[in-house]
């Protein structure tokens, strides 16, 4: 079943009544956390009750700790003593633990109840809001319990995301110029010529709008990740080792995905793929964003990076498949760099 999309600056207004018009009434159970909960509940809820819902709201403590089988648990628990039903409506409200973990109580709870994904953060608007992906957390790792659980709805109001800090903001972009790098010329060049800190709150909303739709044309030809959804990963090889190797608490996701692309543009430079001014465009637009693009040797290293990425999804035959760029708007797959070249640019990635 596809997700339905609803873009706009205050719509979240209208939450409730765009889901009585995909056929669902009953209840909703609405999961967020303590600190979006009190700034963006409220009207959530109302806007349930408007609509004819009988709602209920529970705040999980905000952070990646949430994402875990016990605070599951303590969500199953909590709507079976609600006697949730298989008709009823589960609404994700927050960032992307939120989504995650709601998303994953949805998908396994009487074997599924509906989803809607009402995300809070632009990382979480452009990315995890969308595409079905769930998971929890173990000890041994992150997101290795999960289950493919796509929302009938997302929401994207940019208006939730007015107070978030500039630092969050940033590291959401990263998702939406690796976006662009990979499918769309059109909205590279925009980006290029209009300062994030410049944008109105309604042309956010037409290029979160780009990015988003962009995403679901992949996620709806290929659900289960088996085909052309790998060419989203470029720029994450690098920056789920950096996510990883640094604990991931010294850089947000976006943060490490940026250092990310500009591994991924120089290897497809040195790979004979890409035009290295095109990667130089890249790497300014991400500077200018005010995202890093270096990593800092306090907290990794080049030798921790390299041996992070063989663990990557993406190896195959302990070989790394790397997604890389023939030019905006065109991306190449390959297995076949040499480590020396991966070294050689991972080395040179370090800040001084």
Same mark, same amino acid.
């Given at each position: 079943?596809?997700?339905?999309?609803?873009?706009?600056?205050?719509?979240?207004?209208?939450?409730?009544?765009?889901?009585?018009?995909?056929?669902?009434?009953?209840?909703?159970?609405?999961?967020?956390?303590?600190?979006?909960?009190?700034?963006?509940?409220?009207?959530?809820?109302?806007?349930?009750?408007?609509?004819?819902?009988?709602?209920?709201?529970?705040?999980?403590?905000?952070?990646?700790?949430?994402?875990?089988?016990?605070?599951?648990?303590?969500?199953?628990?909590?709507?079976?003593?609600?006697?949730?039903?298989?008709?009823?409506?589960?609404?994700?409200?927050?960032?992307?633990?939120?989504?995650?973990?709601?998303?994953?109580?949805?998908? %396994?709870?009487?074997?599924?109840?509906?989803?809607?994904?009402?995300?809070?953060?632009?990382?979480?608007?452009?990315?995890?809001?969308?595409?079905?992906?769930?998971?929890?957390?173990?000890?041994?790792?992150?997101?290795?319990?999960?289950?493919?659980?796509?929302?009938?709805?997302?929401?994207?109001?940019?208006?939730?995301?007015?107070?978030?800090?500039?630092?969050?903001?940033?590291?959401?972009?990263?998702?939406?110029?690796?976006?662009?790098?990979?499918?769309?010329?059109?909205?590279?060049?925009?980006?290029?010529?209009?300062?994030?800190?410049?944008?109105?709150?309604?042309?956010?909303? $037409?290029?979160?709008?780009?990015?988003?739709?962009?995403?679901?044309?992949?996620?709806?030809?290929?659900?289960?990740?088996?085909?052309?959804?790998?060419?989203? &990963?470029?720029?994450?090889?690098?920056?789920?080792?950096?996510?990883?190797? %640094?604990?991931?608490?010294?850089?947000?996701?976006?943060?490490?995905?940026?250092?990310?692309?500009?591994?991924?543009?120089?290897?497809?430079?040195?790979?004979?793929?890409? $035009?290295?001014?095109?990667?130089?465009?890249?790497?300014?637009?991400?500077?200018?964003?005010?995202?890093?693009?270096?990593?800092?040797?306090?907290?990794?290293?080049?030798?921790?990076?390299?041996?992070?990425?063989?663990?990557?999804?993406?190896?195959?035959? &302990?070989?790394?498949?790397?997604?890389?760029?023939?030019?905006?708007?065109?991306?190449?797959?390959?297995?076949?760099?040499?480590?020396?070249?991966?070294? $050689?640019?991972?080395?040179?990635?370090?800040?001084?």
């Amino acid at each position: 079943m596809p997700t339905h999309l609803s873009f706009g600056n205050g719509n979240v207004t209208g939450l409730g009544k765009r889901i009585t018009e995909l056929g669902l009434r009953g209840r909703a159970f609405v999961i967020t956390d303590d600190t979006v909960g009190p700034v963006h509940g409220p009207e959530v809820m109302a806007s349930l009750a408007c609509a004819g819902f009988l709602a209920e709201i529970y705040a999980v403590p905000a952070g990646e700790a949430s994402k875990s089988l016990d605070r599951a648990t303590d969500l199953y628990a909590w709507l079976a003593s609600h006697r949730a039903e298989r008709r009823d409506v589960v609404v994700a409200l927050g960032g992307g633990v939120v989504g995650d973990l709601a998303g994953f109580v949805a998908a %396994t709870f009487l074997r599924g109840i509906t989803l809607v994904q009402v995300p809070t953060t632009v990382l979480s608007m452009v990315d995890s809001s969308v595409g079905g992906k769930t998971a929890v957390n173990l000890p041994a790792g992150k997101n290795l319990v999960g289950a493919f659980h796509p929302p009938i709805l997302t929401l994207v109001d940019v208006g939730l995301i007015s107070g978030l800090p500039i630092r969050e903001v940033r590291a959401g972009w990263a998702e939406v110029i690796k976006t662009a790098a990979i499918f769309d010329p059109a909205l590279f060049d925009e980006l290029d010529t209009v300062p994030l800190v410049e944008l109105q709150p309604d042309r956010m909303a $037409d290029i979160l709008e780009r990015t988003v739709r962009w995403k679901e044309r992949v996620v709806h030809e290929d659900p289960r990740e088996r085909g052309i959804r790998v060419v989203l &990963n470029f720029g994450h090889t690098v920056g789920h080792a950096i996510e990883a190797t %640094t604990g991931y608490g010294t850089y947000l996701h976006g943060e490490a995905v940026a250092i990310g692309l500009v591994a991924a543009s120089r290897l497809s430079v040195r790979a004979g793929f890409l $035009d290295a001014g095109v990667a130089a465009r890249i790497e300014d637009m991400l500077a200018r964003t005010g995202l890093p693009t270096r990593y800092d040797p306090t907290f990794t290293n080049a030798n921790a990076i390299l041996d992070r990425t063989l663990t990557d999804k993406k190896v195959e035959s &302990n070989r790394v498949r790397w997604v890389l760029l023939r030019d905006i708007g065109q991306v190449v797959v390959t297995d076949e760099l040499s480590a020396d070249v991966i070294r $050689d640019v991972v080395e040179a990635l370090v800040r001084h």
